[in-house]
């Protein structure tokens, strides 16, 4: 069964950096894999922040583009995101997520399509 362990969330001044870890155990072979991030802001419908792709190939929300950049350490079984330039807009319950794929490389922008999961890490952005 494979889990995903995130860490790095916390509270910072706008302006200011994070960088979110997500370790991944007990790995599934597959011939393709996309990693994710999204995030969820009360009231607000679940968003794809970022993605990666197994062919290294790299997607970001408009809101992210320029500030936020996503990245895979195979040798520790970890994605990051490492965020800056950090706004209030930002706050948010942040999630990985990964979907495996035999026949596609494409990740897919809706959450319908990853089927693990992190346990979540608040981001929050002060003014």
């Known amino acids: 069964q494979l889990q995903l362990v995130e860490s790095g969330g916390g509270s910072v001044q706008a302006g200011g950096s994070l960088r979110l870890s997500c370790a991944a155990s007990?790995?599934?072979?597959?011939?393709?894999?996309?990693m994710a991030w999204f995030r969820q802001a009360p009231g607000k419908e679940r968003e794809r922040v970022a993605a990666?792709?197994?062919?290294?190939?790299?997607r970001y929300a408009d809101s992210a583009k320029g500030r936020f950049t996503i990245s895979i350490d195979v040798a520790k079984n970890t994605m990051y995101l490492q965020m800056n330039s950090l706004k209030p807009e930002d706050t948010a319950m942040y999630y990985c997520?990964?979907?495996?794929?035999?026949?596609?490389?494409?990740?897919?922008?809706?959450?319908?399509?990853?089927?693990?999961w992190g346990q979540g890490s608040q981001v929050t952005v002060s003014s």
């Open positions: 997520a990964m979907v495996l794929s035999s026949s596609s490389n494409t990740c897919y922008s809706q959450s319908r399509w990853y089927n693990y």
């Open positions: 007990g790995y599934i072979y597959s011939r393709y894999f996309c």
């Open positions: 990666i792709g197994s062919d290294g190939s790299e």
